[in-house]
């Protein structure tokens, strides 16, 4: 009999332990913050060269950590962004081809993966908050496409596209299903806000957290307070820059909650835009050419930067390109899980370059948005490629599902090479004076593209 107790007890004792270590592995992955601005321009922070915005917490941020020059949105408008972000995967193949409207079929598709889905498993409690623009289906039957609670969240505050009427006082806020009608408040601070509650109230304190934190600035129609809009008289639109700072201190309240919570060196903080402003002055995309909507540099280029006490050396400055495609095989090596194997994923882990390392890309970069000329753009190191579509694409931004087709079908014509590191404003095409890069990138658009739209998802086929 005492041998049966003392059995039990031993076996008691293993189960405790057992369950301490499971717990104390659990919080021994680090946090993960992940901060997107939308329509964002790449010039539109003064750590990266503003002359009109102030944004000491961003700027801070940069300077605590990597700040990456060439990083890079997934297209040049939001939903394919926000898609290849959270999938690892071009917004193309992922089915995706434009920013998503509630007219239409094309959303997120449920049978991708998300990192949120991968966190969750890996046994992290996870969030949304913000923006999501991904599917209309956040009030059950209110829309096409699911809301992120189907794609791995375990709790939301969301919009179906930009914050309504402005960013003061929305009233197309929803959370968890329930609509919240007017919210009064600027929509950046009330983002943080319900990060800030979730992080003390919702979230399951055993576990590491996954918190995905979509800003709706500087998205028009824009709004920010009196006094911040005040600093910018004279220029063109100064609540475009009010709300960017705005945003600023919004992030600053969030990384203010991970010091109170003790949680800053272990907890990887990301921020980034989705695609480029939309403002017509160059300034804006940092003198580059284009603008939102477009596949060149200025509508696709965008601030990006990584904080990782212990693992990124602060100060450290980037000309690395990256870009929202390699958040997901990054985040899988930060939380120490492989990233999903049955399916291609097209971006790849930063982690060995943002400790120090190397980098090694077996595809480039690659972009596709029909109504854009360029039409089709990849970059392989300080290279970039640049084609338009032999067929006659629409070039109407509302996207219709029968463009599906022609997109499938067409060839890639009219191909321009520029070496982005000596001519970042794409001035002058060397696809003759350097015809062994060209010649070879050529094939590596061409194979690539052809891969990426036949696996894209052909919304035709739903009824």
Same mark, same amino acid.
């Given at each position: 009999? =005492?041998?049966?107790?003392?059995?039990?007890?031993?076996?008691?004792?293993?189960?405790?332990?057992?369950?301490?270590?499971? @717990?104390?592995?659990?919080?021994?992955?680090?946090?993960?913050?992940?901060?997107?601005?939308?329509?964002?321009?790449?010039?539109?922070?003064?750590?990266?060269?503003?002359?009109?915005?102030?944004?000491?917490?961003?700027? @801070?941020?940069?300077?605590?950590?990597?700040?990456?020059?060439?990083?890079?949105?997934?297209?040049?408008?939001?939903?394919?962004?926000?898609?290849?972000?959270?999938?690892?995967?071009?917004?193309?193949?992922?089915?995706?081809?434009?920013?998503?409207?509630?007219?239409?079929?094309?959303?997120?598709?449920?049978?991708?993966?998300?990192?949120?889905?991968?966190?969750?498993?890996?046994?992290?409690?996870?969030?949304?908050?913000?923006?999501?623009?991904?599917?209309?289906?956040?009030?059950?039957?209110?829309?096409?496409?699911?809301?992120?609670?189907?794609?791995?969240?375990?709790?939301?505050?969301?919009?179906?596209?930009?914050?309504?009427?402005?960013?003061?006082?929305?009233?197309?806020?929803? +959370?968890?299903?329930?609509?919240?009608?007017e919210v009064q408040g600027y929509s950046c601070q009330l983002v943080a806000d319900e990060a800030i509650t979730w992080l003390d109230n919702h979230r399951d304190k055993s576990k590491p957290f996954f918190l995905n934190v979509?800003?709706?600035?500087?998205?028009?129609?824009?709004?920010?307070?009196?006094?911040?809009?005040?600093?910018?008289?004279?220029?063109?639109?100064?609540?475009?820059?009010?709300?960017?700072?705005?945003?600023?201190?919004?992030?600053?309240?969030?990384?203010?909650?991970?010091?109170?919570?003790?949680? *800053?060196?272990?907890?990887?903080?990301?921020?980034? *835009?989705?695609?480029?402003?939309?403002?017509?002055?160059?300034?804006?995309?940092?003198?580059?050419?284009?603008?939102?909507?477009?596949? $060149?540099?200025?509508?696709?280029?965008?601030? #990006?930067?990584? +904080?990782?006490?212990?693992?990124?050396?602060?100060?450290?400055?980037?000309? @690395?390109?990256? #870009?929202?495609?390699?958040?997901?095989?990054?985040?899988?090596?930060?939380?120490?899980?492989?990233?999903?194997?049955?399916?291609?994923?097209?971006?790849?882990?930063?982690?060995?370059?943002?400790?120090?390392?190397?980098?090694?890309?077996?595809?480039?970069?690659? $972009?596709?948005?029909?109504?854009?000329?360029?039409?089709?753009?990849?970059?392989?190191?300080?290279?970039?490629?640049?084609?338009?579509?032999?067929?006659?694409?629409?070039?109407?931004?509302?996207?219709?599902?029968?463009?599906?087709?022609?997109? =499938?079908?067409? =060839?890639?014509?009219?191909?321009?090479?520029?070496?982005?590191?000596?001519?970042?404003?794409?001035?002058?095409?060397?696809?003759?004076?350097?015809?062994?890069?060209? @010649?070879?990138?050529?094939?590596?658009?061409?194979?690539?593209?052809?891969?990426?739209?036949?696996?894209?998802?052909?919304?035709?086929?739903v009824k």
């Open positions: 009999m =005492k041998l049966i107790r003392l059995t039990t007890l031993v076996f008691a004792c293993i189960l405790v332990f057992s369950n301490i270590s499971i @717990q104390a592995a659990e919080s021994a992955k680090p946090n993960i913050l992940l901060m997107l601005a939308d329509d964002l321009g790449s010039g539109d922070l003064s750590c990266y060269g503003s002359p009109e915005t102030k944004t000491p917490v961003l700027d @801070q941020l940069a300077q605590d950590g990597i700040r990456f020059d060439d990083f890079y949105a997934a297209c040049g408008v939001c939903s394919p962004s926000r898609a290849a972000l959270l999938t690892g995967r071009f917004s193309v193949r992922a089915g995706v081809y434009s920013w998503v409207h509630a007219s239409q079929h094309m959303h997120l598709r449920v049978e991708e993966t998300t990192i949120a889905e991968l966190m969750k498993e890996a046994g992290y409690s996870t969030a949304h908050v913000g923006k999501w623009h991904l599917g209309y289906d956040l009030v059950k039957g209110s829309g096409p496409g699911p809301n992120p609670g189907d794609h791995g969240f375990d709790y939301w505050l969301a919009t179906g596209n930009n914050a309504i009427p402005s960013h003061r006082n929305p009233t197309n806020f929803v +959370r968890n299903g329930k609509a919240l009608g979509w800003f709706h600035e500087p998205h028009s129609k824009v709004a920010s307070p009196e006094e911040l809009a005040k600093r910018h008289k004279g220029v063109r639109n100064p609540e475009y820059y009010g709300c960017i700072e705005n945003m600023d201190l919004a992030v600053g309240r969030l990384l203010a909650k991970l010091d109170d919570m003790k949680v *800053s060196d272990n907890t990887i903080v990301i921020f980034t *835009s989705d695609n480029g402003s939309y403002m017509t002055d160059r300034l804006n995309n940092r003198g580059f050419t284009g603008r939102k909507t477009q596949l $060149w540099e200025g509508g696709i280029r965008e601030p #990006g930067m990584m +904080r990782w006490p212990g693992k990124i050396k602060p100060g450290t400055v980037s000309d @690395q390109p990256a #870009g929202l495609v390699d958040i997901l095989p990054t985040l899988c090596e930060v939380a120490g899980i492989s990233a999903p194997q049955d399916r291609t994923l097209d971006g790849v882990s930063l982690v060995s370059h943002i400790t120090g390392g190397k980098l090694h890309r077996e595809k480039p970069l690659y $972009w596709f948005y029909n109504p854009s000329r360029p039409v089709c753009v990849i970059r392989n190191g300080d290279w970039c490629l640049i084609a338009d579509p032999e067929l006659d694409l629409s070039r109407n931004n509302m996207f219709l599902e029968e463009y599906i087709g022609p997109i =499938k079908e067409t =060839k890639l014509i009219n191909l321009r090479l520029y070496n982005l590191r000596k001519d970042p404003k794409q001035q002058t095409d060397l696809s003759k004076d350097r015809p062994e890069i060209f @010649q070879k990138m050529k094939t590596q658009m061409f194979e690539l593209h052809a891969d990426v739209v036949q696996e894209a998802f052909d919304w035709r086929t």
